[in-house]
């Protein structure tokens, strides 16, 4: 088979920029190891920064997103001492969307089937070749037959944990890591959200978030330490967790119920350097994590696919000064939200050695915070996601 761009991974990196490319002209094919139901139904990311609202839209899968997902304008920062709120659309112009991952994956299927494209799903063994030459190409095995995929690029779309950035040379990539000693216990259940504003609780005994989907949809996380095991969490505990946490009032208006979804992220800052190499380019998750506070993740991995998407139309149209300059400008707004994600963490979540005080610095950040219209911008902009 021959393609222009095979993208390795099918999650929301590779769907995104298979369709973007897609209605630009450009062919593809997406190399994806799990079956589709598998990544259909991963609960991760809510919250969407405006420039990702935009990419959606041009991406024409907006339409579901502009029905059913909540703007938003403002966000809730909570600690013993009360709680209060950065107007985010009053400081910045600008608002967020809040709209799961898990139906900006479904609205991509959608329309990747709509345009026939090519999606190939429960692949093994993916491996590229040939990317420090123009003509690269993929092999890969499905259901015991191995198949070729010869190309123009290869685009590693394919996670922490995926093949692509491996196949950097050793002496040429560079990683930056930092593993937070603690995760986040995240639960999903069908009951009314506290608040239909984001809440990021500081508390003694550890941060609380508390987040939404809809109107029946509640989201909640609470920072347990790093080798807690999920089994160990009882939704009751779970419950009474999240409500010591929070302001009273708050913690008085949690609805309870069963949990639908209950699991433990780990925390970590990780980058790779640098994001292209020969013929190969990555994006997203495969090139760097973020800790969950602030929601960057899926924001950084769709304004990759945006900078990707430009930079190879303009490759087909004959001019490189994108594709070389790829790296350099994805890596220059990663950096920043790795920052903005590390100070939020930092901020707000109980670290195990933390003292009395770290806990006063922690308080009097949060105090600046709320009586500094100065400090709330450098929040908000950084929030409501910087410029492309
Ligand atoms: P993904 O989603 O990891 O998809 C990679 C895909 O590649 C496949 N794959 C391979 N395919 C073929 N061959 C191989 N060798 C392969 N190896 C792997 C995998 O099966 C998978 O399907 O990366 P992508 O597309 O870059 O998307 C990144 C986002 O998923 C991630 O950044 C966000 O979920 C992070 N995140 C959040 N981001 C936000 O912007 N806002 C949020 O509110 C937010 N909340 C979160 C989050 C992540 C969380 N967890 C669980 C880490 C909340 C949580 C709890
Ligand atoms: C979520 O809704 O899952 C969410 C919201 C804000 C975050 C992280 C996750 O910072």
């Given amino acids: 088979m021959r393609t222009q761009v095979c993208i390795i991974g099918g999650g929301p990196s590779g769907l995104l920029l298979s369709q973007l490319l897609h209605r630009s002209g450009i062919d593809t094919v997406v190399l994806e190891a799990r079956s589709r139901a598998y990544v259909a139904g991963r609960i991760r990311a809510g919250l969407l920064e405006w420039g990702s609202v935009e990419t959606l839209r041009a991406a024409g899968v907006g339409a579901r997103m502009d029905r059913d997902g909540i703007p938003d304008d403002g966000v809730v920062l909570a600690s ?3 709680d209060f709120r950065i107007d985010i659309k009053a400081l910045t112009g600008k608002r ?11 609205d991509l299927f959608s329309a990747r089937d709509a345009m026939n494209g090519v999606i190939i799903d429960e692949v093994e063994g993916v491996r590229p070749h040939g990317l420090d030459t123009g003509a690269p190409h993929v092999t890969y095995s499905k259901g015991g037959t191995s198949y070729r995929i010869d190309c123009d690029w290869v685009i590693g779309c394919d996670g922490y944990h995926g093949v692509s950035r491996t196949c950097i040379p050793s002496d040429t990539l560079k990683t930056f890591e930092r593993i937070y000693p603690f995760g986040w216990l995240g639960v999903l259940s069908e009951t009314p959200p506290v608040s239909r504003k984001i809440v990021y609780a500081n508390h003694p005994r550890g941060f609380a978030l508390c987040s939404l989907r ?4 509640s989201r909640y996380y609470v920072q347990v330490p790093a080798d ?9 505990a779970f419950w009474d967790e999240l409500r010591r946490r929070l302001p009273d009032s708050l913690s008085d208006g949690i609805v309870t119920g069963p949990s639908i979804e209950k699991s433990i992220a780990p925390l970590r800052s990780f980058v790779a350097e640098p994001m292209r190499w020969g013929r190969l380019c990555l994006a997203g998750d495969a090139a760097h994590i973020v800790p969950p506070t602030g929601a960057k993740g899926l924001n950084l991995a769709i304004s990759d696919v945006s900078y990707l998407h430009d930079a190879l139309v303009a490759h087909f149209g004959g001019d490189d000064a ?3 300059g790829y790296s350099a400008r994805a890596l220059n707004r990663v950096w920043k939200a ?25 308080d009097s950040e949060l ?9 709330q911008t450098v929040l908000a902009e ?3 996601g910087l410029p492309y």
């Fill in 214 to 217: 809809n109107e029946m949809l």
């Fill in 338 to 362: 790795i920052r903005f994600s590390w100070w939020f963490t930092s901020t707000m979540h109980r670290f195990p050695d933390q003292n009395d005080f770290d806990q006063r610095i922690q």
């Fill in 80 to 82: 013993q001492h009360g």
């Fill in 367 to 375: 105090a600046y915070l709320e009586a500094s219209a100065a400090a």
């Fill in 322 to 324: 994108g594709i070389d």
């Fill in 96 to 106: 967020m969307m809040i709209y799961g991952q898990t139906e900006i994956t479904a």
């Fill in 228 to 236: 807690d095991a999920v089994v160990g969490w009882s939704d009751d």
């Fill in 382 to 384: 950084q929030y409501v």
